[in-house]
């Protein structure tokens, strides 16, 4: 069940995430029965979700958009959660199915928890492999290397794993998941309680970020990837719409350039839909905006601007390059975008 479902149920109890009740791991060998294969699995995201956002980001620094197919869902769920209203006939072209939900059954009949995304489906099956966001891009990094592309980084360097891990279980706790804590909290001491830790967590990694490049290391790794998919979502959906409005992210002068380098980093910011995430937030989680009115800011304009962050050294790929520009049928529209 995601964090819509618990929305839905809006009661005294604080908001909860579910695990990932599909935890099967694609990897070399293959020792669940998923070896990693070209072209096997079809990866299906919302650009609206930061969890998904991750695989996304992930699979273009990675280069794997030639083996691992991507589906774009419709940002707004309807009552059977994550639909293809975005493909001709509504239905996915690779996996002729009209709505997430279909994989799943096929993979579990009756499965009484929720659809989420990201979720990975075998092609040939149709059925869900594994809707485990916490796994899926660790897999991709260090699974799937004989298909990464030349010059792909190391996103997951073996000698920083324990700091990278350290890293991002307080970015989950308090960023990641602390401004959905906050959002749909049901009293006023839980929310304070919520708001106040992204923001003690967020001056705490500007500290970290104010001489350093990356947050781990020199280079780009997981850790900057799943702090950059909550940032670039602060000030369009956190600060409104989930309330975390201490301050914008703009406000921040060294989150904010951080999240500018990143965005303007091939493989970041050619992933991200503001119209899908600003879409999603505001029309699906009716239980704390009613009106479902989807605001007209922020200017996006800033996200272009220089950042000099260059200044700080650091080697954004390692060793390696950056990716190449993104498949055409993969392009965000103008209206998504600054
Ligand atoms: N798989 C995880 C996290 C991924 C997640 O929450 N994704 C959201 C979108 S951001 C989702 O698909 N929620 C289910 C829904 O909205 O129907 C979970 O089960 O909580």
């Not at 059954?105 to 995304?117: L, N, T």
């Not at 916490?134 to 030349?150: G, K, N, P, V, Y």
């Not at 960023?175 to 839980?190: D, I, M, P, S």
């Amino acid at each position: 069940m995601g964090e819509s479902a618990g929305n839905a149920s809006l009661g005294k109890k604080a908001f909860k995430r579910s695990r990932s009740h599909f935890a099967d791991r694609i990897t070399a060998d293959g020792r669940d029965g998923w070896p990693v294969e070209a072209g096997r699995y079809r990866l299906v995201v919302s650009r609206a979700c930061p969890w998904a956002s991750r695989a996304l980001i992930s699979r273009r620094l990675l280069g794997l958009e030639g083996a691992l197919s991507l589906a774009v869902a419709d940002p707004v769920q309807d009552d059977r959660s994550w639909r293809f209203t975005l493909d001709p006939d509504g239905r996915d072209p690779v996996l002729g199915i009209r709505f997430l939900g279909e994989a799943y059954d096929a993979r579990e009949k009756d499965y009484p928890g929720g659809v989420s995304v990201p979720a990975v489906v075998d092609v040939p099956s149709g059925r869900l492999v594994t809707n485990d966001y916490q796994q899926i891009t660790l897999d991709l990094a260090t699974e799937w290397t004989a298909l990464h592309r030349e010059g792909a980084p190391d996103l997951y360097p073996e000698r920083l794993r324990g700091e990278i891990d350290e890293v991002v279980a307080d970015v989950y706790e308090d960023v990641n998941n602390g401004v959905y804590r906050a959002g749909f909290a049901t009293g006023q001491e839980e929310y304070e309680e919520a708001c106040a830790g992204v923001f003690r967590r967020l001056e705490q990694l500007a500290g970290r970020l104010a001489d350093r490049r990356y947050l781990v290391g020199d280079t780009i790794t997981e850790a900057d990837i799943r702090l950059f998919t909550t940032l670039v979502r602060f000030d369009a959906v956190y600060h409104g719409h989930f309330k975390c409005n201490r301050w914008k992210l703009a406000e921040n002068q060294v989150l904010w350039a951080y999240a500018r380098d990143l965005y303007q980093t091939p493989g970041f910011g050619d992933t991200v839909d503001f119209d899908h995430i600003k879409r999603h937030y505001y029309q699906v989680h009716t239980g704390i905006n009613p009106t479902a009115i989807v605001p007209l800011g922020p200017d996006l304009a800033g996200w272009l601007t220089p950042h000099h962050r260059e200044r700080l050294g650091g080697r954004p790929f390692g060793e390696g390059t950056a990716p190449g520009p993104v498949p055409e049928d993969e392009r965000v529209p103008a209206h998504g975008r600054p």
